[in-house]
């Protein structure tokens, strides 16, 4: 019953912006530190941006200055905000976290959304 969903994935020129959102649902007390990865057809799967419990960040340098990554605890929802879109962003974008279900910590993978960069 607990999962994380990514939603915003679109098809997007280059130089365009989108907004991301990863939200976790079912019977969770609280989401802890979390991420987004991305994987580009024929790549390995690569990290691009954490937030820990406490709110700080930290980024892949492909990414640095152009995405970032926030939180709203009381929805239970991780962001990246992604600006200036390059067609090497294109990929599968995927939320992966740490969740406090009851009092067990439990990480998860949502199922990824599709992020398409057009010249």
């Known amino acids: 019953q607990v999962q994380l969903v990514e939603s915003g994935g679109a098809l997007v020129q280059a130089g365009g912006s989108l907004r991301l959102s990863c939200a976790a649902s079912g019977s969770i007390s609280s989401i802890n530190a979390m991420s987004w990865y991305r994987q580009a057809p024929g790549k390995q799967r690569e990290w691009v941006a954490a937030i820990t419990g406490g709110g700080s960040t930290n980024y892949a340098e492909s990414v640095k200055g152009r995405f970032t990554i926030s939180r709203d605890n009381a929805r239970n929802t991780v962001y990246l905000q992604m600006t200036s879109l390059k067609l090497e962003d294109t990929a599968v974008y995927f939320c992966?976290?740490?969740?406090?279900?009851?009092?067990?910590?439990?990480?998860?993978w949502g199922q990824g959304t599709q992020v398409t960069v057009s010249s």
């Open positions: 992966y976290g740490v969740l406090e279900v009851g009092l067990v910590l439990k990480t998860y």
